[in-house]
């Protein structure tokens, strides 16, 4: 299974950006999909992570700025992420739980990230 994220870049102030990852390879079915995010010197954090039973969460940091939305059909995650502040520089990184088969559990895959700059 492989995580392919793209859309990364420098915006200024009050920009948006739109992030996108695609799943790929050996999938049953998927539970949720996610984006994570680490600043330099700080942890990892979740971002915004959709379950497909529709649940859909957010830190407060990016409440009413950023939307998460999926695709079922093409196993892909979206994150458009409007008003961006500097404090939103990071490497974002994709995260998806994942079924390979009926029987076993599922799996957490996570893509290589891709760097967010907010700067002037």
């Known amino acids: 299974v492989q995580l392919q994220a793209s859309g990364g870049g420098l915006v200024m102030p009050g920009g948006s950006l739109k992030l996108a990852c695609v799943a790929s390879?050996?999938?049953?079915?998927?539970?949720?999909m996610a984006w994570y995010r680490q600043a330099t010197g700080k942890q990892r954090e979740l971002v915004a992570r959709s379950h497909i039973a529709g649940r859909v969460t957010y830190s407060d940091s990016v409440k009413g700025r950023f939307t998460i939305s999926r695709d079922a059909a093409t196993n892909t995650v979206s994150l458009q992420m409007d008003n961006l502040k500097p404090e939103d520089t990071a490497v974002y990184y994709c995260?998806?739980?994942?079924?390979?088969?009926?029987?076993?559990?599922?799996?957490?895959?996570w893509g290589e990230g891709t760097q967010v700059t907010v700067s002037s």
């Open positions: 995260n998806a739980e994942i079924f390979v088969d009926p029987i076993s559990p599922a799996i957490d895959y």
């Open positions: 390879g050996r999938i049953d079915r998927l539970s949720a």
